[in-house]
Structures are given as structure tokens and as C-alpha cells.
């Protein structure tokens, strides 16, 4: 079944067409990869996703329900969280609190005035938040102030912060951007890991075909705004329209 | 309202956006090179006209001498001051300098806002740079508190009044100035001079940042600071520079209001309320907003403040300002000339 | 204790304590001393601590929480001034509707004003907030005061200020209360004076109700910064952007910041009507707003006690500072050389008696400039400084409050 569908998107910025009539089908439980060299529209097509861009033209539905028009809290409330390529997490809290967060919207919804009770009073919220630390191996720092992480556990914090809402569908905006291979190669196992023990369904945009071929199930292939190949990787490596577009200037 | 009430009130609000437009100018020229929100804007304005009475007092000082041949009224001989300018120079010239001091000390405020500009920028902006804008105001509005109150304990808290030469305190047939004998206005010759006088500095600085290579530079770096700075261009210099140009202009606004209105220590929190309003309006980091919504705010609260207007909405001249500030910032939230993205995060 | 943790508990009973026994401890010279002048035991004073104390508990639930600085909130106090004489025209003296009803007013001012700034963020937000700040203030000084439907003076009296007359209606003042603000008949002008040896104490009505209303408050801040809520507003902070693609909607989350913060305004505008039954606009003017905004950041921006304390510190500069003249300077330093001491008094005479703003002035900008989190901020950090090499060799305390509290 497919949970997220794209029909004939187009986005027009001034005089560049940034994504040109793009199809795409996202499997239930798959991890998609879209590819594509620089400028190709990956980053506009997310956009798309999360309530930050409106297409001029097409629809995306997800879970049979339309993403355009509707805003970013909204979307994410029906089930679609979204890693960014910068990690975004809240600088100024303790890794808990970054992870109780996305919990409590998850169990109150966008808004709710909760200002009686405390916060570490509200153990279903605090235990569920320590599992998913626990699960991503940041329990130990639960107290640290997210600023002071690393780089490699501020990706891995958003993860979390991500993986706490049990989200229909995950959006990963290249998350090994910048890293070292050491880094880049323990986020491909922990995502490969989550897959095995969440099975949840991802979108990852991603730059480095290591990273691709070892997670993806299903690979498109962005260029010029356009689609010009999807398939699985096995197909892909061997398309020679893949080639000519990416592949054969930016393989590593 | 018949045509020449509306040229009267063209003027004044010509006379009050040339003021407006002068220190936002300078503003949004802080705010579009460094990134600082400068609160203590309207405390260098205030510093330049203070330099017009310095430079009034320090003309005037006095040798006091007893004049024998004169009286008062108890028969005693006249204790008479004599400015030391008057001994020196003579009497026709001394005096013509004490009345001229205004216009005089524009020469005085340009030394001295340029130091105070560098001082200002080196000692404590360039900290700011990185900080929040919360923390830029905040300082900068401490800042501004300080020299309000250094102001006060040098001059006192009462209004300094300072008087135009007397050659331009009348008044100026503005019909006959513009060859119209059907337009019957008159209007203080002062306030035509300060609307000339801020024509040219606005035009001086457009032109030196359209002409120089520094103001090419500077412009660059206001449409995008990232890129000029990894052209490996000595930027912290010209920050500093820019920074020194910026208080001048407020400065010299500052120094040619004073006959307009003497300046007293709450000069600068007056008139920094509205100059970001201004600003914001006209769009942060816009030089031609800045003008342009100096001059249209100072239009549009001429007009406010008729009896015309307040008999249809009673206080409008009040508030008018506000209004169509509210009004541009939720329907233009970049302003009427604003760039994308400016301070929105 | 509260339903606080124990830190909290001990800050709260603490504050209690201190505030309580502050007619004692803000009097500590005896009356004929020459030091008497520094005594801030007397009512007045006192009831400016504590109201002004809950103008920027209030305040920092907006700023210190969510980051919004609002240049505007002087609005707000003023709106609960002129609500609560106003319940003196009509009702009478009783302070008790006049209080409720100045939050009431402030909480609608502020929904109004807080709906439409908080569709912009950053300067803008600053801005927007002190346009409408002036407005009110402008509407209150003019349009407003000038007769209307009737009613002279309008509904703010203008230049004068409202106040209360003998021709207003009170229709529930009767003859056995007491003629002037008062709580069931207790008027809060009442004034207990113990004389103990050479000092004297003053325990006053309308201090001690202000005392309890604002450890009311303080309170129930500390249950909002402790609260999900409360870390929603942190989070609006740190990053928006996140809180939003975390499936928060933040914008009503900072609005319900923004009118919390209002009412405490308008509680603290309508308390200071009730210690004195009159309201005049300057209460609305920018400098009112700016004054909140020093005290908070003075304290410490984000911490429960900072605000409390930077308004404490503020007006006692503000009424103590002001007093020392010339002449109190020389009478210190006349054990020194005539010369130096001279000296000494002109470099201080620019720093107190009406210069008192410069000092606040150069404490605001230190403050900013070497102390980001406020004289509390500082503390906490100079504290962690000496202490913290020792805690960290013990092992991390399992019991650890699992959220990061804010320093106290």
C-alpha cells in the first residue's frame, strides 16, 4: 500500500522550474531513497512534504489525506516527522526535555495549557522519552544541555526526537550530511536497526551513495526537476540514464 | 481645506520626514551593514545637537568687565560680559560668529561623532555582532539611558535653546521662492534650510554608496554579508567606518534641529521611539524605505494634526504614526521596501 | 511541599519568609541614625516592591519563557490602573472587584494587542508591541480623558489623571466603611507601628495584601515553568522553527504566554490603584515598559527569583538612591583631606540624588554586556564555578531532577 503519493508536482521559482509533473509512490514500510545531483529539486520536493512549500500544480496525499495547504504542526500531528539536514533540536534544553517534547505533543495534540502539573511528574510521558534515549543510545546524557552534544549526537537526538511520536513516516533530509565515514557508517547502522526493530517508513534524501545502496529498498532518481528513473538499487546501479545524470559525474 | 493650507502642511511634514528620514537613515544603515539594532540611535542625534550648545556656551564665554560710563538702575557702575570671541576678533565679526554658531557647529559635530561613532563601535558593538538582538537592544538601550543622563548632568534638565542665525529665523514668502504669486505661504526659513540641508546629506550618502568602491562594498555586504566576507575584504574596518558615517548623519541631523527644537535630555528617547517605527516601516535594512517612510510618516502626521483631520477622528494626530505602522508590518511584514528574511528567524 | 520539588519549596518558603518580615529587615538602622535614610521599611516603598515584583514575575513569563520581548507590556499596567478606579467610581472603595476586574481588562487588552504582534517575531514583534503601547498611551492622554457620552473626564481623565470623587455614584459604599481603598472594611492605608528600642516598624495593610497576592503569583509561576507547558515556552525559545515541525501549533502557546504576562500587568496596574486610588497615563508610557524590562534582566531573565529582584533592586535605587544629595556625600566623606574628599564627592555626586539613572543606566549595560542571565544568572554560574569541580567527582546524583530546571 502506498502511504505517500505524489501526483504531477510542479514548483516554479522566478524563471527556474524547480520540480517539473513529479510521480512518486512511497511503499508502507520501505525506506525510499530520492537521489539526484545538486539542484535536482530534492530539498523543494520535501518542502512539499512538510506544509513549507505549496506545489503550483498536483497533490500529495498521504495516508489518504492531502499535505497541501495545511500547516507544519498539522502534518506532523497525522503521523509525518521530519529530520533536518542541520539538526534542528531545542539548543537550550536537557536531551530529556528535546525527547519529552515531541511526547507530549504526541499524547495532548498541538495545543493544551498544561500548566498545573509538573512536568516530571508526568511519568508515561518521562518513561517514554528514557526508552527512546535508551533505544538510541543517549540515555546516559539524558541530563545534558543539547547544545553541548556533538554534532553526531545532535543528529542522533533528532532521530530521537523524531522516533518518540512512532510516526507513520519519517523524513530524513541527508542525514549523514557532513559527517565522518565513523559517524556516517554508525547512522547507517542505527537506521538500518530501526528499521529491523520499528519497520517504520522513511524518505531519505541523501547525497552519498554509500549511505543509499546500504539502506534504500526502493531508489528514485531526481534531475532537473524531474523523475527520470526509479527502481530498486540492484536496477538503479545498472541504469545507464541514472549513469549520464549522476552517477557517472559524482560516483564515489 | 484650500491649497495652500495643504502646501502649508506638505512643508511641515516635509519638515518633520527630513528629520525622520535623516536618523533612520542612519539606522537601518547600522541595522543592513552590522546586523545591530542600535537603540542608542537617538542618543547620537541628541549628542549632535548638544554639539550646537557646546559650541554656543564655548563662543559665549565671557571676560566681565565694569563699564564706568553705564549704570543700572541702583546707580551702580555695569558689569558688562564681553565674549572673548568679540576681543578677539572684533566686535561685528565676534557676534556674527555667536549668531552663526548653529551652522558652525556642524564643523565641530563631524570630529566629534566620528569619535564617538569609533568609540562606540570598537568598545562595545563589535562585541554584539554575534549576540541576540534582544541582548543588541538591551545594551544599546542602557546605553542610550547613560548618555541621556551624562546630557542631563552637563546640561542641566531644562530645554537648551539655541537660536538660528538671525539671518534665517524669519520667516520665508514661499510663493515668491518658487516664482508662484498665486501660492500665499509663508513658512520659518530655518525649517527650508534643514529640508535642504537633509536633501543633500541623504543625497551625499546615496551617492558615496553608489559611486565609491567602499559603498559598493557596503552594499554588497548588505544584500549578502557571507559572501563578502569570504572575498577575504577587510570587513571589520569598514563596519567600524560605516558605523562612524551612520552616527555623523544623526549627528548633523541632530545639531541643525536644535533652533527647530531645543534639544533637552529627552531628546534622544523622543525621537528613537519614532525613528524605528520608521525604520520598520520603511523596511529594516532599506536606505531608500528609510527615506521614504521618513518623509510619508512625517506627511501623514502633518496632515493628522490638522483641525480638519482631528474633527473626523478625534486624536488621530496622536496616534497616526502607530496606525499605519500596525497596518504596514501586518500587511507588508517586510516593510514598504524590506528584504525577505531580514531579522524573521 | 506545594506540589513543588524540594528546591522550589525552599525558594518559595524562602521568598515567603523574607517577604513577610520585610517591614523587620528593610528597616535595619534605627530611626534617628544617620543611616535611617537607607531604611526601605516604610509602606509605600514596600507595596512598589511587591507590585512591581509581580509586573516582572509576569513579564519574565513572557520573556524569560518564550524570548518575546515585549516593549509594550506598560500598557497593560496602565489599563488595570484605570480599571480599578474605575470600580471605585461605581462601586465603591473595596478593592477586592477593582483588582479582578483590572486582571480582566488587562487579560482583554492583551489578547487583542498579543493576537495581533505575535504574527511577527524578533524586532518586529518589539516593535509592534510598543506601537500599541504609545497608542494607549497617547488615547489615554488625550481622546480618552476629553468628555465623552456624557461622562467628564471620559474615561481616563486625561492629563489629571482618574481619580475618584464625591458626586461618583459607589453605590455599594456605605456609611460604616472606610472612605478611601479598603479590603471589607480593612483600609489598606492601615498602619501597625511597633517601637522596639531605637527603631521603629511599620506592618502595613495594603503591603501585606499586595505580599500575599504576589507570593499568590510567584507561586503559580513556578508551577508554569515547571509545567509542560512551561516547556513548551522554553522551547519556543530555543527553536520555534523545530517546535513546529514537531507537531506543536506555537503560536497560540505564545499568545497564551503574552496574556499570562498581561494579567499580571494589569494585577500589578490594579494594585497600585488599590494602594493609591489614582491612575494617570504615564503608567502606560514606554519608560514604564522599558522600566519591566530592566528589572527582569537585572534579576535575571528566565529564573524564578531574578525579576522579583531586579524590581526590588531597582525601586530601592529609584527611592533611596534619588534621596542621597550633595550634602549626605560630603557628611561620608568628611573624614577624608578636604581635597579627596571633594573629589570623591563630585566623581559620586553624578551617580546618585538625580543622577540615580546613570547608575542604572551603567548596571543595565554590565549586566547585558558580562552577565547574559542577569545578577541571578551570575550567581548561579560563579556559584557552579567554585563548587562544581567538587560535585563532579562524585558520582552523577542518581535522584537528579530529570528536567534541567531553570537556575533559581
Known amino acids: 500500500m502506498a502511504i505517500l503519493q505524489v501526483r504531477n508536482v510542479s514548483k516554479r521559482f522566478g524563471g527556474l522550474q524547480a520540480l517539473n509533473d513529479v510521480n512518486l509512490s512511497v511503499e508502507a514500510g520501505t525506506v525510499h531513497a530520492i537521489i539526484g545531483p545538486n539542484g535536482a529539486g530534492k530539498s523543494t520536493l520535501l518542502n512539499c512534504f512538510v506544509g513549507r512549500l505549496i506545489p503550483d500544480t498536483g497533490t500529495v496525499m498521504f495516508d489518504g489525506k492531502s499535505l497541501l495547504g495545511i500547516k507544519p504542526h498539522q502534518i506532523n500531528q497525522i503521523g509525518v516527522s521530519r529530520v533536518f539536514q542541520t539538526p534542528e533540536i531545542f539548543g537550550d534544553l536537557s536531551l530529556l526535555e528535546n525527547v519529552m517534547i515531541p511526547t507530549f505533543a504526541n499524547r495532548d495534540g498541538a495545543f493544551k495549557v498544561n500548566w498545573w502539573k509538573r512536568a516530571d511528574r508526568e511519568s508515561d510521558v518521562q518513561e517514554h522519552a528514557e526508552a527512546v534515549l535508551q533505544e538510541i543510545g543517549l540515555y546516559e546524557k539524558r541530563h545534558e544541555i543539547a547544545d553541548a552534544m556533538s554534532r553526531g549526537d545532535k543528529r542522533r537526538l533528532e532521530m530521537a526526537m523524531c522516533l518518540s511520536q512512532d510516526p507513520k513516516l519519517l523524513l530524513l533530509d541527508e542525514p549523514t550530511a557532513g559527517m565522518s565515514r565513523a559517524d556516517t557508517n554508525a547512522t547507517i547502522d542505527l537506521l538500518k536497526r530501526l528499521s529491523e526493530t520499528r519497520g517504520l517508513t522513511k524518505v531519505i534524501i541523501e547525497h552519498d551513495m554509500h549511505v543509499v545502496f546500504s539502506l534504500a529498498n526502493y531508489i528514485s532518481v531526481l534531475a532537473q526537476g524531474t523523475v527520470i528513473a526509479e527502481n530498486t538499487p540492484e536496477l538503479i546501479k545498472g541504469d545507464p540514464r541514472v549513469k549520464e545524470a549522476y552517477l557517472g559525474t559524482e560516483a564515489e | 481645506m484650500d491649497l495652500d493650507a495643504i502646501l502649508l502642511q506638505v512643508l511641515n511634514g516635509l519638515d518633520k520626514g527630513s528629520a525622520y528620514a535623516l536618523i533612520a537613515l542612519g539606522l537601518t544603515l547600522i541595522f543592513g551593514t552590522l546586523g545591530v539594532v542600535n537603540f542608542a540611535h537617538g542618543a547620537l542625534f541628541m549628542v549632535g545637537a548638544f554639539c550646537a550648545v557646546s559650541l554656543e556656551r564655548l563662543l559665549t564665554i565671557s571676560q566681565i568687565s565694569i563699564d564706568e560710563s553705564k549704570t543700572d538702575f541702583l546707580g551702580n557702575p555695569l558689569e558688562v560680559e564681553t565674549p572673548y570671541i ?260 | 511541599m506545594f506540589g513543588l520539588n524540594r528546591n522550589d519549596t525552599l525558594l518559595l518558603i524562602f521568598v515567603a519568609i523574607i517577604t513577610f518580615a520585610a517591614p523587620i529587615l528593610m528597616n535595619p538602622f534605627p530611626t534617628e541614625s544617620s543611616l535611617a535614610q537607607f531604611n526601605a521599611g516604610y509602606p509605600d516603598l514596600m507595596q512598589r516592591f511587591v507590585i512591581f515584583g509581580i509586573f516582572a514575575i509576569g513579564f519574565n513569563i513572557l520573556f524569560g519563557l518564550t524570548g518575546y520581548l515585549s516593549f509594550g507590556h506598560a500598557a497593560f499596567l496602565g489599563a488595570g490602573s ?84 464625591t458626586s461618583d455614584p459607589q453605590i455599594f459604599h456605605s456609611e460604616a466603611a472606610p472612605n478611601l481603598p479598603h479590603l471589607f472594611g480593612l483600609p489598606m492605608r492601615e498602619t501597625w507601628v511597633w517601637e522596639y528600642g531605637a527603631w521603629s516598624f511599620q506592618f502595613n495593610a495594603g503591603f501585606y495584601l499586595c505580599a500575599i497576592i504576589m507570593l499568590v503569583v510567584f507561586y503559580m509561576s513556578i508551577r508554569i515553568f515547571r509545567s509542560p507547558f512551561g516547556m513548551m515556552l522554553r522551547a519556543i525559545k530555543t527553536n520555534q522553527n523545530r517546535l513546529n515541525y514537531t507537531g506543536v501549533n506555537t503560536r497560540p502557546y505564545a499568545l497564551a504566554a503574552f496574556v499570562i504576562s498581561g494579567m499580571y500587568a494589569g494585577l500589578a496596574g490594579g494594585l497600585l490603584s488599590a494602594m493609591d486610588p489614582l491612575a494617570g497615563a504615564e503608567r502606560m508610557q514606554w519608560t514604564a515598559s522599558g522600566e519591566v524590562v530592566l528589572m527582569t534582566i537585572l534579576g535575571g531573565a528566565g529564573t524564578l527569583i531574578g525579576p522579583v529582584l531586579g524590581a526590588g533592586l531597582i525601586k530601592y535605587f529609584e527611592n533611596i538612591f534619588s534621596k542621597i544629595n550633595d550634602a549626605i556625600l560630603e557628611g561620608w566623606f568628611a573624614f ?73
Open chain 3, 336 to 408: 577624608l583631606p578636604e581635597t579627596i574628599g571633594d573629589a570623591v564627592v563630585w566623581v559620586l555626586h553624578f551617580f546618585v540624588g538625580k543622577g540615580w539613572h546613570l547608575t542604572l543606566g551603567l548596571m543595565f549595560m554590565i549586566v547585558v554586556i558580562f552577565l547574559p542571565g542577569g545578577l541571578v544568572g551570575g550567581l548561579v554560574q560563579g556559584a557552579k564555578r567554585l563548587f562544581g569541580g567538587r560535585r563532579r567527582k562524585n558520582a552523577p546524583p542518581p535522584s537528579a531532577s530529570p528536567t534541567s530546571q531553570a537556575a533559581e
Open chain 3, 82 to 165: 484605570y480599571a480599578c478606579v474605575w470600580m471605585f467610581k461605581l462601586f465603591g472603595y473595596n478593592v477586592l472587584p477593582g483588582i479582578i476586574l483590572s486582571v480582566i481588562v488587562a487579560g482583554i487588552l492583551s489578547v487583542a494587542i498579543g493576537y495581533i504582534s505575535l504574527r511577527r517575531s524578533g524586532i518586529y514583534f518589539s516593535i509592534l508591541t510598543l506601537a500599541f503601547a504609545q497608542m494607549s498611551f497617547a488615547l489615554a492622554y488625550s481622546v480618552l480623558g476629553q468628555d465623552m457620552f456624557g461622562l467628564q473626564g471620559g474615561l481616563t481623565n486625561g492629563e489629571t489623571g482618574l481619580q475618584v470623587y
Open chain 2, 86 to 345: 568679540e576681543m578677539w576678533f572684533g566686535e561685528a565679526i565676534g557676534q556674527g560668529i555667536i549668531d552663526w554658531s548653529v551652522p558652525l557647529a556642524i564643523l565641530l559635530t563631524i570630529p566629534v561623532m566620528l569619535i564617538i561613532g569609533i568609540a562606540m563601535e570598537r568598545g562595545l558593538i563589535k562585541h554584539f555582532y554575534k549576540r541576540p538582538h534582544a541582548d543588541q537592544i538591551l545594551v544599546t538601550f542602557g546605553l542610550a539611558i547613560v548618555i541621556g543622563e551624562i546630557i542631563k548632568a552637563s546640561f542641566g534638565a531644562t530645554e537648551n535653546p539655541v537660536a538660528a542665525p538671525a539671518a534665517l529665523a524669519r520667516v520665508t514668502d514661499v510663493g515668491a521662492l518658487v516664482g508662484a504669486d498665486t501660492i500665499n505661504v509663508t513658512y520659518p526659513s530655518w525649517r527650508l534650510i534643514y529640508m535642504a540641508f537633509a536633501a543633500v546629506v541623504i543625497g551625499a550618502i546615496f551617492a558615496f554608496l553608489q559611486f565609491t568602491t567602499f559603498g559598493m562594498v557596503v552594499r554588497a555586504g548588505m544584500a549578502d554579508r557571507e559572501t563578502v566576507g569570504l572575498l577575504g575584504i577587510d570587513i571589520d574596518r569598514r563596519f567600524t567606518i560605516m558605523f562612524a558615517i551612520a552616527a555623523v548623519v544623526a549627528g548633523l541631523a541632530g545639531v541643525m534641529y536644535v533652533p527647530i527644537k531645543p534639544p533637552s535630555y529627552e531628546l534622544g528617547m523622543q525621537f528613537l521611539v519614532i525613528s524605528f517605527v520608521v525604520v520598520v516601516v520603511g523596511g529594516m535594512g532599506s536606505l531608500p524605505g528609510a527615506v521614504a517612510a521618513g518623509f510619508l510618516l512625517g506627511l501623514l502626521e502633518a496632515f493628522a494634526s490638522t483641525e480638519w483631520a482631528k474633527d473626523i477622528i478625534p486624536g488621530i494626530d496622536q496616534i497616526i504614526i502607530y496606525v499605519v505602522a500596525i497596518i504596514i508590518l501586518l500587511t507588508r511584514p517586510r516593510g514598504l521596501m524590506g528584504r525577505k528574511g531580514v531579522m524573521e528567524e
